[in-house]
Antibody, heavy 119, light 110 residues
Framework: EVQLVESGGGLVQPGGSLRLSCAASGFTFSSYSMNWVRQAPGKGLEWVSYISSSSSTIYYADSVKGRFTISRDNAKNSLYLQMNSLRDEDTAVYYC????????????WGQGTLVTVSS | EIVLTQSPGTLSLSPGERATLSCRASQSVSSSYLAWYQQKPGQAPRLLIYGASSRATGIPDRFSGSGSGTDFTLTISRLEPEDFAVYYCQQYGSSPPRWTFGQGTKVEIK
């Protein structure tokens, strides 16, 4: 069974930093591209970042470019999101999501971790 | 950048009724690039439909997707109590690679 379990969320002040983790199991993690998708309270879904299976290709949404860094450790079956210079508008539940082979859609999602940016 | 607009914002229906949800793209989208997700309160999104019309693993056949170009539809033939949720369409854009979502349609019990 595919499982994605996020951790690392919490309360942080504006301008602060936080590192999210996603532990994957139930599939060959090193064969799949992974993503972070977020959802502000009461709002819709927003794609944040993509990383290819080998980490050779990375993309970011314009809203986080230059502030967030995605990475992965295939030996540990883990995905990460380093978030710096956090803003109020970064407050959201952050989901890690596996990208299908295609790679047009997300076939599995974690349960999410809440990041709250507030003074 | 392609924008997805979903309508209606909220759909109030009774169990057993048919639900028709619309997703309109600001530019033509390849059918291969269009997916639908279901999200219940406090839960992660779940993939329902990919390639505009293919059901994901384990999705009941009361869910169907259709459409092409700029107009796509998710149909729930007969609403079950567990189908009341928010539904999102999503498209993949290739230049540069981006994954964008519609704003969602809430299907609520009438």
């Amino acid at each position: 069974e595919v499982q994605l379990v996020e951790s690392g969320g919490g309360l942080v002040q504006p301008g602060g930093s936080l590192r999210l983790s996603c532990a994957a199991s139930g599939f060959t993690f090193s064969s799949y591209s992974m993503n972070w998708v977020r959802q502000a309270p009461g709002k819709g879904l927003e794609w944040v970042s993509y990383i290819s299976s080998s980490s050779s290709t990375i993309y970011y949404a314009d809203s986080v470019k230059g502030r967030f860094t995605i990475s992965r450790d295939n030996a540990k079956n883990s995905l990460y999101l380093q978030m710096n210079s956090l803003r109020d508008e970064d407050t959201a539940v952050y989901y890690c999501a596996r990208l299908d082979w295609s790679p047009y859609y997300f076939d599995y999602w974690g349960q999410g971790t809440l990041v709250t940016v507030s003074s | 950048e392609i924008v997805l607009t979903q309508s209606p914002g909220t759909l109030s229906l009774s169990p057993g009724e048919r639900a028709t949800l619309s997703c309109r793209a600001s530019q033509s989208v390849s059918s291969s690039y269009l997916a639908w997700y279901q999200q219940k309160p406090g839960q992660a999104p779940r993939l329902l439909i990919y390639g505009a019309s293919s059901r994901a693993t384990g999705i009941p056949d009361r869910f169907s997707g259709s459409g092409s170009g700029t107009d796509f539809t998710l149909t729930i033939s007969r609403l079950e109590p567990e189908d009341f949720a928010v539904y999102y369409c999503q498209q993949y854009g290739s230049s540069p690679p981006r994954w964008t979502f519609g704003q969602g349609t809430k299907v609520e019990i009438k």
